[in-house]
Nanobody, 115 residues
């Protein structure tokens, strides 16, 4: 079992930045992959970024070059640095951990990009 708690969401103007954080209840060394997903109103949840146990990363095309995922093994956290935010980035952002072939989700944090 893995509990995940996201934080860092909020309201930001277009072109601004936010940093989301996901805190895990167990050592992230034991977790296969940690991902960020997002869900905009009326849309399906979509993949945003991933970081593996080995530190490999990959991103959705829509966020490449603007978002960066990172991990802090001492704090058991995974962060998502989001730069040059656009209105279409508005969504609830969820952290997901894949552990022993099971997916665990956080409760989500709202990100709103608007002027």
């Amino acid at each position: 079992q893995v509990q995940l708690v996201e934080s860092g969401g909020g309201l930001v103007q277009p072109g601004g930045s936010l940093r989301l954080s996901c805190a895990a209840s167990k050592s992230i060394f034991s977790i296969d992959t940690m991902d960020w997903y997002r869900q905009a109103p009326g849309k399906e949840r979509e993949f945003v970024a991933r970081i593996t146990r080995d530190g490999n990363t990959n991103y959705a095309n829509s966020v490449k070059g603007r978002f960066a995922i990172s991990r802090d093994n001492t704090k058991n956290t995974v962060d998502l640095q989001m730069n040059n935010l656009k209105p279409e980035d508005t969504a609830v952002y969820y952290c997901r951990a894949r552990f022993n072939l099971v997916n665990f989700w956080g409760q989500g944090t709202q990100v709103t990009v608007a002027s």
